[in-house]
């Protein structure tokens, strides 16, 4: 079965530049959430989107921006990179929503790594 | 954690034996969901419990669910080396966030 898709899985970035992570959710699913999380940490939610609008936004940095297309992938857009951002950053889908009560399925990550 | 915390934060066993992991919560919630991360790797999802079921199996493994006592727990039955990971729970509340948010997980260390 298809899965959540992550792309680039690895990239390194200098301090202050900018870095695009892509996500390509399950087919069917319209709902999309994004989540950083740093060595030995638990998954911290940044953003979500149902339907192609912003349903909640977590502890995301206003240097962060992030939105779902038509097609309802989804792109997180970080600039003015600062180390503290290295972290393995995931996205995941879902049905309907998360009160839907369905299962939601996580891409296998990108990791970012500022130097 | 923002959410749960998870008890034991980490586990050693034989392989062979149980292992159970609990999750505790602190606001109502429409569902919660266990995952399974091996080190640096994608979350794997497990098991899916809403807030009127009180229990749920799949193969090995055992999920209850207490919402009076706001907690949860994973047992994994004869435990096998290929379980070595860390296991976390998360929870979607009943107000408001539109969101998965996740306990401080449990580092399960199955010893051949």
């Known amino acids: 079965a298809a899965g959540v898709i992550q792309s680039p899985r690895h990239l390194i970035k200098e301090k202050r530049e900018t870095a695009t992570l892509k996500c390509y959710p399950i087919p069917r699913h319209d709902t999309v959430y994004w989540y950083q999380q740093g060595p030995g940490q638990d998954p911290q939610f940044l953003i979500s989107f149902y339907e192609k609008m912003q349903s909640d936004k977590g502890s995301i940095p206003d240097r962060f921006s992030a939105q779902q297309f038509s097609d309802y992938h989804s792109e997180l857009n970080m600039s003015s990179l600062e180390l503290g951002d290295s972290a393995l950053y995931f996205c995941a889908s879902s049905s309907r929503g998360p009160k839907a009560g369905n299962t939601i399925y996580f891409g296998e990550g990108s990791w970012l790594t500022v130097v | 954690s923002q959410q749960g915390e998870e008890d034991p934060q980490a586990l050693s066993i034989q392989e062979g034996e149980n292992a159970t992991m609990n999750c505790s919560y602190k606001?109502?919630?429409?569902?919660l969901q266990w995952y399974r991360q091996n080190s640096g790797r994608g979350l794997v999802h497990l098991i899916l419990?809403?807030?009127?079921?009180r229990e749920k199996h799949s193969g090995r493994l055992r999920v209850t669910l207490d919402t009076s006592k706001k907690s949860s727990s994973l047992l994994i039955t004869a435990s096998r080396a290929a379980d070595t990971a860390s296991y976390f729970c998360a929870t979607v509340g009943i107000q408001g966030a539109q969101k998965l948010v996740f306990g401080q997980g449990t580092r399960l260390t199955i010893n051949p």
């Open positions: 419990i809403r807030s009127n079921e």
């Open positions: 606001t109502s919630i429409n569902n």
